[in-house]
Each structure stands twice: as structure tokens, then as C-alpha cells.
């Protein structure tokens, strides 16, 4: 199976910061990686698809980029609102695996 | 607009059943394949299972497998988990998410419940 990891595990940026995530896969996953967003207390949310693809009503603020085995997520400008768990996940061969999180918060 | 509402969750002792339902409203229910995630308290989310949008396949993580049914029911458009054997770790908030595009095993999930509460505890 296809093991995926993220750095950080957690990050602390002041507003107006450009924070990055980076996720990677254990083997090539192609652009079959997406991004998730998930508020305390609150549903995963869909941010980007596809490795690089804003999904609709999105900030553009949020962005993605990589293919094979490395991919990043980067917020150009951090907000308030964005305090969240961020969440990449991989399809491959009929099953959809999660990474372990990364937790943004304000400094 | 597209609802997914989980109902089914509670307390349960090990080795017990419970049975989740997902009521969707708001698209087609039966063109879209359907998945459930769970998330342990405190914990990342963990990809469950996935039925076709016609039931004529099911995937499961080897953590469920042989365990967890996912079924589903196109004419009252909801979708089901069947746990059997359960045990303290199958503690979690359980979600129904569906893809964001339809007939594709491999979209991405464009929705989610609200999520409903397992607790798996004598």
C-alpha cells in the first residue's frame, strides 16, 4: 500500500505569511493527490484536486502544485481563517489514503 | 444544494454491531460512488470503504476488511455501514462523503456529512 507523509506536522505563521506544506507519496501517484481543510469541530473541506486544481469558491490564496511523488500546498497569504488542519490524500488502485495532518495556526 | 446527514452512531460494547445510514438529497444519489472516512478523536482521518454508484463494487480498508459492509440503497438515495465485531479502536466520528465527479472511482470528495459519533466502550 501507499504510504503518505507530510511536513510539518504543525507550523506557526503570523498573518500575511506565505506557508507551505509538503506531502509525499511512497510510490508514483501521478496528480492523483488532493488537498482537504478541516476546521475543529468541522467536515473535511475539498481546497484543491488533482495535485494543482482549485476546486470552485476556493480562495486563490490557496494553491498546489507537484505530480509523481512530491507535492506542495502553499497559502500566499495566510488569514485568520485559515487556521486548520490540512489534509493530503492519494487515490491508487481503488483506495484513497490520507496523510497525517498538518496543523496551521497564528502565531 | 448536496446534503449528506449521518444517523446510527452510539455507544456499543466490543464486539457488538451498529449500523450507519446516510441520507443524501440535493444530486443524483445514483451516479455517484460513495465513501466513508473516519476520524478517531484527536486523531487524522482514516478512508473506510467505497460502493460504485450501482453496488457492483466495494473497496474496503484492511483495517474494516471482513468486518465493515458498505451497502447502499438508490431508491431512498442512502447509503449504509454495517460494523460488526467492533472494538475500541473503531472509536471515531464517521463520515459519508461523495466524489465530486460522478462515475469516477478515483474522484475527489467534493462533500462530506456532518459525521456521527462511534464510541466503542464496555
Known amino acids: 500500500d501507499i504510504q503518505m507523509t507530510q511536513s510539518p506536522s504543525s507550523l506557526s505563521a503570523s498573518v500575511g505569511d506565505r506557508v507551505t506544506i509538503t506531502c509525499q507519496a511512497s510510490?508514483?501517484?501521478?496528480?492523483?493527490l488532493n488537498w482537504y481543510q478541516q476546521k475543529p469541530g468541522k467536515a473535511p473541506k475539498l481546497l484543491i484536486y488533482?495535485?494543482?486544481n482549485l476546486e470552485t469558491g476556493v480562495p486563490s490564496r490557496f494553491s498546489g502544485s507537484g505530480s509523481g511523488t512530491d507535492f506542495t500546498f502553499t497559502i500566499s497569504s495566510l488569514q485568520p481563517e485559515d487556521i486548520a488542519t490540512y489534509y493530503c490524500?492519494?487515490?491508487?488502485?481503488?483506495?484513497?489514503?490520507f496523510g497525517p495532518g498538518t496543523k496551521v495556526d497564528i502565531k | 444544494q448536496v446534503q449528506l446527514v449521518e444517523s446510527g452512531g452510539g455507544v456499543v460494547q466490543p464486539g457488538r454491531s451498529l449500523r450507519l445510514s446516510c441520507a443524501a438529497s440535493?444530486?443524483?444519489?445514483?451516479?455517484?460512488?460513495m465513501h466513508w472516512v473516519r476520524q478517531a478523536p484527536g486523531k487524522g482521518l482514516e478512508w473506510v470503504a467505497v460502493?460504485?454508484?450501482?453496488?457492483?463494487?466495494?473497496y474496503y480498508a484492511d483495517s474494516v476488511k471482513g468486518r465493515f459492509t458498505i451497502s447502499r440503497d438508490n431508491s431512498k438515495n442512502t447509503l449504509y455501514l454495517q460494523m460488526n465485531s467492533l472494538r475500541a479502536e473503531d472509536t471515531a466520528v464517521y463520515y459519508c462523503?461523495?466524489?465530486?465527479?460522478?462515475?469516477?472511482?478515483?474522484?475527489?470528495?467534493?462533500?462530506w456529512g456532518q459525521g456521527t459519533l462511534v464510541t466503542v466502550s464496555s
Open positions: 462523503a461523495s466524489p465530486k465527479f460522478e462515475y469516477s472511482s478515483s474522484s475527489p470528495l467534493g462533500h
Open positions: 440535493g444530486f443524483t444519489f445514483s451516479s455517484y460512488g
Open positions: 460502493i460504485w454508484y450501482d453496488g457492483s463494487n466495494k
Open positions: 510510490q508514483d501517484i501521478s496528480n492523483y
Open positions: 488533482d495535485a494543482s
Open positions: 490524500q492519494q487515490y491508487d488502485n481503488l483506495i484513497f489514503t
